[in-house]
């Protein structure tokens, strides 16, 4: 069977309850095309193998943990990647088709996977994580909590978010400091933002950069000189939903 060292340099903490993997594993919904995250020692990845509908690929940085799950799940020695999720062509792990992606992902880089999510929201359809709890509840929070910002912005713009459970600390090996939690993202019906996309990210960036501030004050960089007499100028950025960031993309494209 062997072992695998959690490595801290990879923010590894291997899950070890069998019931909370099962219940990851069941939140998905959209079983086609399964990409695992950081498969570690194969806590999700036995439970993914049981679904025959799922063509299944592991994507894991770690050697040790590569040569584990090739030893230990020897049917899936084809569709194991030994490479970076950040740097990898997400198209071409399923010939261009859409897909689903779960896993148990480090913390120190859940939300640079969130941000390629993003980049590729027209193949990824579904998202099923464990993140840490604080990351999670802010990205499922709505505007006018404190815990809204850029990344509650972005991945609400194109996914529709549910906060499914909390996990203790005390199911990993090692254990983190803090508690976890596990959150869905689904694929909603918005092809695209109803204005220029790269001004709406940038606003919504500059925005919650100086989120103290007033929208009229924070966003001095974009629209220089120029005066915008509009509402949400005199609010901060945590007060605006998607749609309104999106209104306030085109007055301010109009200005600027």
């Known amino acids: 069977m062997g072992y695998v060292k959690p490595k801290k340099r990879l923010g590894q903490h291997f899950l070890t309850d069998e019931n909370i993997a099962y219940k990851i594993v069941n939140a998905l919904s959209k079983n086609n095309n399964v990409l695992?995250?950081?498969?570690?020692?194969?806590?999700?990845?036995?439970?993914?193998?049981?679904?025959?509908?799922?063509?299944?690929?592991?994507?894991?940085?770690?050697?040790?943990?590569?040569?584990?799950?090739?030893?230990n799940y020897p049917q899936l020695k084809d569709q194991i990647i030994e490479f970076d999720f950040l740097k990898i062509n997400i198209s071409d792990l399923f010939n261009n088709e859409s897909l689903s992606i779960i896993g148990n992902f480090p913390y120190n880089i859940s939300s640079q996977i969130f941000f390629k999510v993003i980049e590729n929201k027209n193949l990824v359809d579904e998202v099923?994580?464990?993140?840490?709890?604080?990351?999670?509840?802010?990205?499922?929070?709505?505007?006018?909590?404190?815990?809204?910002?850029?990344?509650?912005?972005?991945?609400?713009?194109?996914?529709?978010?549910?906060?499914?459970f909390t996990v203790s600390e005390t199911v990993f090996n090692p254990p983190p400091k803090v508690k976890s939690a596990v959150i869905k993202f689904t694929r909603n019906t918005r092809k695209e933002l109803d204005c220029n996309e790269k001004l709406f990210f940038k606003i919504v960036k500059v925005g919650f950069n100086q989120r103290r501030k007033m929208l009229r004050g924070s966003l001095?960089?974009?629209?220089?000189?120029?005066?915008?007499?509009?509402?949400?100028?005199?609010?901060?950025?945590?007060?605006?939903?998607?749609?309104?960031?999106?209104?306030?993309?085109?007055?301010?494209?109009?200005?600027?």
């Open 36 to 71: 695992e995250i950081g498969a570690g020692t194969g806590m999700l990845t036995k439970y993914l193998i049981d679904n025959k509908n799922i063509s299944l690929k592991l994507i894991e940085i770690d050697r040790e943990s590569v040569e584990y799950l090739a030893n």
């Open 128 to 164: 099923v994580c464990m993140i840490q709890k604080e990351v999670a509840e802010r990205i499922a929070s709505s505007n006018g909590n404190k815990a809204y910002g850029i990344l509650s912005v972005f991945l609400q713009a194109f996914y529709d978010i549910e906060y499914l």
């Open 220 to 256: 001095k960089s974009i629209i220089g000189k120029n005066i915008i007499e509009h509402e949400f100028m005199t609010k901060r950025p945590e007060q605006l939903s998607v749609e309104q960031f999106i209104e306030l993309t085109n007055v301010i494209e109009e200005i600027i």
